[in-house]
Nanobody
Framework: VQLVESGGGLVQSGESLRLSCAAS????????IGWFRQAPGKVREAVSC????????YLDDSVRGRFTIYRDNPKNTVFLQLNNVQPEDTGVYYC?????????????????WGQGTRVTVSS
């Protein structure tokens, strides 16, 4: 099983990015997919999650209204759309897959992780 994130980069405040999490070796239809962010010197925290089955999504309060998570099932990919990014959104973004389909914000409950993609937002 491999998860590969892409789409990170250096952007200015107010701009947009779309992060991708592409899976191989597993169908993401069977997994909840979470996006986590690790800012410099801080712990990894949950930003968003897409559950499997009922289609519910989770967005942290800090990103609600600006970020959107959605799946492209034929491409076996989950996207995180980042709009109106702010300097506090800076960090390495990781996607993770959790079997069972239910979203959790706890990192230890996820089975597979990608290598991360870095987002840097300048003011």
């Amino acid at each position: 099983v491999q998860l590969v994130e892409s789409g990170g980069g250096l952007v200015q405040s107010g701009e947009s990015l779309r992060l991708s999490c592409a899976a191989s070796g597993v169908s993401l239809d069977d997994y909840a997919i979470g996006w986590f962010r690790q800012a410099p010197g801080k712990v990894r925290e949950a930003v968003s999650c897409s559950s499997y089955g009922d289609g519910t999504t989770y967005l942290d309060d800090s990103v609600r209204g600006r970020f959107t998570i959605y799946r492209d099932n034929p491409k076996n990919t989950v996207f995180l759309q980042l709009n109106n990014v702010q300097p506090e959104d800076t960090g390495v973004y990781y996607c993770a897959a959790r079997s069972g389909g239910v979203c959790w914000v706890t990192t230890t409950l996820y089975d597979y992780w990608g290598q991360g993609t870095r987002v840097t937002v300048s003011s």
